[in-house]
């Protein structure tokens, strides 16, 4: 398990800071429709955050079946797989999400499904800047508690080693 738990724990630092820049690119897209109305700056702002949770639950994804053993599938397996990672598995590993940032990430995860069966000129700006505004504290605590569990899983690989 120590050379599993290393690799996730460098995935995680790696994509965190794709993460961070899909979300800057998100915001830079946010302030240019704020300034010219344009909606093509809304669509890249909706595609931006998309992928800002999917980057996020590919993590999630690798924590659940290299560190838990099992992912979720199946119809409730995005809310579930968000249930998992709040969730402190004994023997294994503790909560990965504080019980807030979950929630927070609920509502990305929820736009997710928006953009993946929406035209993109149905998005609609009073459902997007919620989520714009919340993004830089959203992204500061999941990288927060990401990072923490990396650190977690380096501890536990060099105990084991």
């Not at 344009?38 to 909706?46: I, K, Q």
């Not at 998309?50 to 992912?71: K, N, Q």
């Not at 069966?117 to 459902?127: H, K, P, S, T």
Request: some cysteine; aromatic content about 6%.
């Amino acid at each position: 398990m120590t050379a599993a738990y290393r690799a996730v724990a460098g995935r995680i630092r790696q994509d965190l800071d794709d993460v961070t820049q899909v979300a800057e690119r998100a915001e830079a897209a946010w302030e240019r429709y704020e300034a010219t109305g344009d909606d093509h700056y809304l669509d890249s702002v909706a595609l931006n955050l998309h992928d800002v949770y999917v980057g996020c639950e590919r993590l999630f994804e690798d924590i659940a079946r290299r560190v838990d053993g099992s992912a979720p599938d199946g119809p409730h397996g995005h809310q579930e797989l968000l249930d998992q990672m709040s969730s402190d598995i004994p023997s294994t590993r503790p909560p990965v999400l504080s019980p807030g940032t979950r929630r927070q990430m609920e509502r990305y995860q929820g736009f997710r499904h928006v953009v993946r069966n929406v035209y993109a000129a149905e998005f609609d700006e009073d459902q997007i800047e919620p989520l714009i505004r919340r993004l830089p504290a959203v992204c500061e605590a999941v990288t927060t508690e990401l990072a923490a569990f990396a650190d977690t899983l380096e501890q536990t690989a060099a105990e084991g080693a």
